[in-house]
């Protein structure tokens, strides 16, 4: 069973110390710590399938470097007895502090549908939590709990009648009440020393205030008073302390402690980032790339301007990272799913409903601790705390199998298949809009999603190339029994993964010469197709194959293939884009023709994106 919340443990900046320390107690014997945010704004940018792994890092990262995050949820999950979780969930409202002053961005279309999953902005403006940077952390505990002595200004002369008044009458008392201080005073009852409150005043006058005192000080040797600034019925004055050696040091603590809860607040829920991380648990998020650019850009420092320097800060603090839309698209994770069939809707509310009401992947139960027990029934998707509460349960229920390390190796008895799929998902992160799959370790750290297949790299394609015109070459078994899919990277690329049979192999080098060949020689696409290995693309480097003869290539291959070739000479005849036989690899250049040529593999990777 997964037990059922509806909102997180709501945290605001009146209510972050009491959450803080409650999370901090339950950190060390967490199993895992999920995550998720909400943000003001996550586009638009051009999704293109043929996009880079640096040139999509570069995409998102700007986003992430424009908008600002909302609500910060983090669930800690405590495993009581095996396969039985506790779930602590939490919901930090962040708005960004004044110190650092920062301008805050909104995407129209994100904030509406917030409001529509009922995002409660009146608390995120009002009690919105603060955050900082490391670096800006380091800067306020330096300005905080080490303040520069006051300086020393001008000396300040008192020229009006009716200030020269006030300090005569302030200073007549106080030197009576110093006078009567033999300068060996006799211990203050706690907690309170002896002290002389001046009449509340403007603050040129506490200057001159402050000025007078300490020259009698000097004048009187005395290093028992000390001075501090206080209301008083709602107005500012200066207070005289009579000390001595304890209640000195008792004072300096108090100050210091102040000070302490001064910084606290300022550095609000980036102390629950530094808790996670200290934690050195498993992370775990659903689309997790997003989250974590956002976490480091908003808690951590500005983002790096490369992905593998991204990913290498991103080891350095986490162990072991799971991404619960990679887990659930990777293979078969349901026990009524037919052995490698994927699931078609990988989302984050349909995982866990599916998991809550259909019982699967049974022996997993999940409950909420009393502490949260005042919650709703119904739960609020889009909602960070109860977002991470339902990633952790779907990745507790989608690996009841193993016991995670912290170096993210899988142990503990079950299916071969579930141990299986924790050793690939282990610091794996799902692509969205994306022939990608992001690693965060290893080389390289980006890889094909058909993993345990091929995926081959088309560049020099043309409008008049269909995605039934490439498949048309699987139809007579090209790679016997595997399945393939089509995934157009741009209006000139696509992308071919081809998926063996369990335990086939497929011979990449032997699939791409066969591909060229069979597309070329059957006339299926425009003869000016190169079919690249998915390492070239990777590494930005589309290195062309030998053109094959026209004239020597054998007759088009299958039905399809006739139906294309067929196609193509008519559509020579009556004029296409297409400057026929002699002029394929110049597509646009012929006059008329809106389309760029394209001159080199690759070139065209950021045209519109075919979906």
Same mark, same amino acid.
């Given at each position: 069973?997964?037990?059922?919340?509806?909102?997180?443990?709501?945290?605001?900046?009146?209510?972050?110390?009491?959450?803080?320390?409650?999370?901090?107690?339950?950190?060390?014997?967490?199993?895992?710590?999920?995550?998720?945010f909400?943000?003001?704004?996550?586009?638009?940018?051009?999704?293109?399938?043929?996009?880079?792994?640096?040139?999509?890092?570069?995409?998102?990262?700007?986003?992430?470097?424009?908008?600002?995050v909302?609500?910060?949820?983090?669930?800690?999950?405590?495993?009581?007895?095996?396969?039985?979780?506790?779930?602590?969930?939490?919901?930090?409202?962040?708005?960004?502090?004044?110190?650092?002053?920062?301008?805050?961005?909104?995407?129209?279309?994100?904030?509406?549908?917030?409001?529509?999953?009922?995002m409660?902005?009146?608390?995120?403006?009002?009690?919105?939590?603060?955050?900082?940077?490391?670096?800006?952390?380091e800067?306020?505990?330096?300005?905080?709990?080490?303040?520069?002595?006051?300086?020393?200004?001008?000396?300040?002369e008192?020229?009006?009648?009716?200030?020269?008044?006030?300090?005569a009458?302030?200073?007549?008392?106080f030197?009576?009440?110093?006078? =009567?201080?033999?300068?060996?005073?006799?211990?203050?009852?706690?907690?309170?020393?002896?002290?002389? @409150?001046?009449p509340?005043?403007?603050?040129w006058?506490?200057?001159?205030?402050?000025?007078?005192?300490?020259?009698?000080?000097?004048?009187?040797?005395?290093?028992?008073?000390?001075? =501090?600034?206080?209301?008083?019925?709602?107005?500012?004055?200066?207070?005289?302390?009579?000390?001595?050696?304890?209640?000195?040091?008792?004072?300096?603590?108090?100050?210091?402690?102040?000070?302490q809860?001064?910084?606290?607040?300022a550095?609000?829920?980036?102390?629950?980032?530094?808790?996670?991380?200290?934690?050195?648990?498993?992370?775990?998020?659903?689309?997790l790339?997003?989250?974590?650019?956002?976490?480091?850009?908003?808690?951590?420092?500005?983002?790096?301007?490369t992905y593998n320097?991204?990913?290498?800060?991103?080891?350095?603090?986490?162990?072991?990272?799971?991404?619960?839309k990679?887990?659930a698209?990777t293979?078969?994770?349901?026990?009524?799913?037919?052995?490698?069939?994927?699931?078609?809707?990988?989302?984050?509310?349909?995982?866990?409903?599916?998991?809550?009401?259909?019982?699967? +992947?049974?022996?997993v139960?999940?409950?909420?601790?009393?502490?949260?027990?005042?919650?709703?029934e119904?739960?609020?998707?889009?909602?960070?705390?109860?977002?991470a509460?339902?990633?952790?349960?779907?990745?507790?229920?989608?690996?009841?199998?193993?016991?995670?390390?912290?170096?993210?190796?899988?142990?503990?008895?079950?299916? =071969?298949?579930?141990?299986?799929?924790?050793?690939?998902?282990?610091?794996?992160?799902?692509?969205?809009?994306?022939?990608?799959?992001?690693?965060?370790?290893?080389?390289?750290?980006?890889?094909? @999603?058909?993993?345990?297949?091929?995926?081959?790299? +088309?560049?020099?394609?043309?409008?008049?190339?269909?995605?039934?015109?490439?498949?048309?070459?699987?139809?007579?078994?090209?790679?016997?029994e595997?399945?393939?899919?089509?995934?157009?990277?741009?209006?000139?690329?696509?992308?071919?993964?081809?998926?063996?049979q369990?335990?086939?192999?497929?011979?990449?080098?032997?699939? @791409?010469?066969?591909?060229?060949?069979? +597309?070329?020689?059957?006339?299926?696409v425009?003869?000016?197709?190169?079919?690249?290995?998915?390492?070239?693309?990777?590494?930005?480097?589309?290195?062309? +194959?030998?053109?094959?003869?026209?004239?020597?290539?054998?007759?088009?291959?299958?039905?399809?293939?006739?139906?294309?070739?067929?196609?193509?000479?008519?559509?020579?005849?009556?004029?296409?884009?297409?400057?026929?036989?002699?002029?394929?690899?110049?597509?646009?250049?012929?006059?008329?023709?809106?389309?760029?040529?394209?001159?080199?593999a690759?070139?065209n990777?950021?045209?519109?994106?075919?979906?």
């Amino acid at each position: 069973r997964i037990g059922r919340l509806s909102m997180a443990h709501a945290v605001t900046r009146h209510t972050l110390p009491e959450a803080l320390a409650d999370l901090e107690a339950a950190l060390p014997d967490a199993a895992f710590v999920a995550i998720d945010f909400e943000m003001s704004g996550i586009g638009p940018w051009r999704q293109d399938q043929a996009d880079t792994a640096q040139e999509r890092y570069t995409k998102m990262a700007a986003v992430a470097s424009k908008y600002t995050v909302v609500q910060f949820g983090v669930c800690v999950y405590t495993e009581t007895s095996p396969g039985q979780f506790d779930s602590r969930p939490y919901n930090f409202f962040t708005f960004p502090g004044k110190d650092p002053d920062r301008d805050i961005t909104l995407s129209s279309s994100s904030i509406k549908f917030l409001a529509e999953n009922k995002m409660d902005f009146q608390t995120w403006l009002c009690d919105g939590i603060p955050y900082v940077t490391a670096s800006q952390a380091e800067e306020l505990r330096s300005k905080i709990l080490t303040p520069a002595p006051p300086r020393k200004g001008q000396r300040v002369e008192v020229t009006w009648d009716a200030d020269k008044e006030y300090i005569a009458n302030a200073f007549r008392d106080f030197d009576a009440w110093l006078a =009567e201080q033999s300068g060996k005073v006799e211990k203050p009852p706690p907690p309170l020393p002896a002290e002389y @409150i001046f009449p509340p005043c403007n603050s040129w006058l506490r200057r001159v205030v402050y000025q007078e005192i300490e020259d009698r000080v000097v004048a009187a040797e005395r290093e028992d008073i000390e001075t =501090e600034s206080r209301s008083v019925d709602g107005k500012q004055t200066v207070v005289a302390l009579l000390l001595d050696d304890e209640a000195k040091a008792a004072r300096a603590a108090r100050q210091l402690e102040e000070r302490q809860a001064k910084l606290d607040k300022a550095l609000g829920v980036t102390r629950v980032f530094d808790a996670v991380v200290a934690a050195k648990k498993p992370l775990i998020g659903h689309n997790l790339l997003y989250d974590l650019m956002f976490m480091l850009k908003s808690f951590d420092e500005d983002l790096p301007t490369t992905y593998n320097a991204f990913a290498a800060r991103v080891e350095e603090l986490f162990p072991v990272v799971f991404d619960t839309k990679f887990l659930a698209s990777t293979g078969s994770v349901f026990p009524s799913q037919a052995p490698g069939a994927k699931l078609d809707d990988t989302t984050l509310g349909t995982l866990y409903q599916k998991l809550a009401s259909d019982g699967e +992947l049974n022996g997993v139960s999940i409950a909420a601790p009393e502490f949260f027990s005042r919650y709703r029934e119904e739960g609020t998707f889009h909602e960070a705390g109860w977002d991470a509460h339902c990633t952790g349960a779907v990745f507790a229920a989608l690996s009841p199998a193993y016991v995670i390390d912290t170096d993210g190796s899988p142990a503990g008895e079950g299916p =071969e298949g579930i141990r299986r799929l924790a050793a690939v998902a282990a610091n794996r992160l799902h692509g969205t809009g994306t022939i990608m799959r992001w690693c965060l370790r290893g080389d390289p750290l980006t890889q094909a @999603i058909a993993e345990e297949g091929a995926t081959i790299y +088309l560049t020099g394609l043309t409008k008049d190339d269909k995605t039934n015109h490439i498949s048309a070459i699987f139809a007579e078994k090209l790679v016997g029994e595997a399945r393939h899919k089509v995934e157009w990277g741009s209006e000139t690329s696509a992308f071919i993964s081809v998926y063996p049979q369990p335990g086939a192999v497929i011979d990449e080098d032997h699939l @791409i010469r066969e591909v060229h060949a069979k +597309l070329i020689s059957g006339r299926m696409v425009s003869s000016s197709v190169q079919v690249h290995p998915w390492e070239h693309f990777c590494a930005g480097v589309a290195q062309p +194959l030998a053109p094959i003869d026209e004239a020597e290539a054998p007759e088009p291959h299958g039905t399809w293939g006739k139906v294309n070739a067929a196609w193509k000479k008519i559509s020579w005849v009556f004029g296409s884009s297409e400057a026929g036989p002699a002029g394929d690899g110049d597509v646009g250049a012929e006059s008329g023709s809106k389309r760029p040529a394209t001159t080199a593999a690759g070139d065209n990777r950021s045209k519109r994106a075919r979906w």
